[in-house]
């Protein structure tokens, strides 16, 4: 007699001969099982049906891209990055190889990264965000001594695109930081969060992990999480900030945490103070208090040197910024005056009669 089939396992034939198998629970969906009848694999298929698991995975074709983004996700370089860039890479990746993991390597060519560049040109901070995790990933990719798996980088000559908004973020004004304060007094979390951010010069990333053990003797001490410059900034307390922290409920690890004392995660948090930017009548963000700070301190006459070490800007680029814009303005009040009508001397002196002011040879001269 035939051995019984495995239950709920179905068998199936094809008009042209082809035989499949699929599990099927009563009137449940069929999953189709695509392994080899009888192999390991198929088994293995056949129980993640029955028990509504994923199918196992099948190991990316050599050599496509979805290959590739495997390696490189397993190489130094991707441990390299920060958790943060890691995470948002990861969520790109997914999707790239949801759409177009079967494409082969040597097939990409600048125009196929154009083409997904417009494809997501209505939102470009999203396009940058798949440009900048391409762009880390090719670069790794023909590297001899990374990869090494393509001759020609298809990123070259690929542009970021402008968004609407070319200075970026908001830049908070001294008007909405005190309709802020006004709205969130001292001894709340989210006068705190606004103080730590604006007096600091941190990233919203490197302010959920600020905490007491980051101070001492008046000044901070922290790795950035990006690791700008050498990867440590040394921030002093300044008193405004000391006196926010002394009349705050803090955490144990760190100074800002949640309604339940937990640390935030700086995704959350800054939901979280945007609600809170919102509710004071503000359109700022955590990352436009940075640019206030460094606004503020370039205007008070901070050199690029004092703001490459506050702000840990690892080159002059982002610095030069903020110093000339302040020279700028210093400038332009200076120069102000200088639009007004020049006073003279001979301003208010009569015109002279015909004749007059002539040497008396010319008047001689004239009357013959």
Known sequence: MPRPRPPHLQREQTRHGTVTWYVRKGHGPRIRLKAEYGSEKFWAEYRAALE???????????????????????????????????RQSENIYRAVIKTAGDEMLRDITVETIKAGRERRAAAPHAANNFLKSMRRFFKWACDPEGGALLAVNPM?????????????????????IERFEQRWPIGTRERLALDLLLYTGLSRGDVVRLGRQHVANGVITLRMEKG???GVVYPPVLPILAATIAASKMGDLTFLVTERGTPFVKESFGNWFRAACREAG????????????ATRAAENGATVNQLMALFGWKTEKMALLYTRKADRKRLAAQAAPLLLAAQTSNEKVPHLGSGAGAGADVRAKSRT
């Open 228 to 230: 700008r410059g050498d």
């Open 156 to 176: 070259i000559g690929v542009k970021l695109l402008r968004g609407k908004n070319k200075d970026g973020f908001h830049t908070w004004t001294n008007a909405e």
């Open 52 to 86: 509504g698991a994923p199918k196992p995975s099948q190991a990316p074709k050599a050599h496509t891209l979805a290959w590739g983004l495997a390696r490189y996700r397993e190489s130094s370089a991707w441990s390299a990055l920060a958790n943060a860039t890691r």
């Open 282 to 293: 503000c359109p700022g963000s955590a990352h436009g208090l940075r640019k206030a700070g």
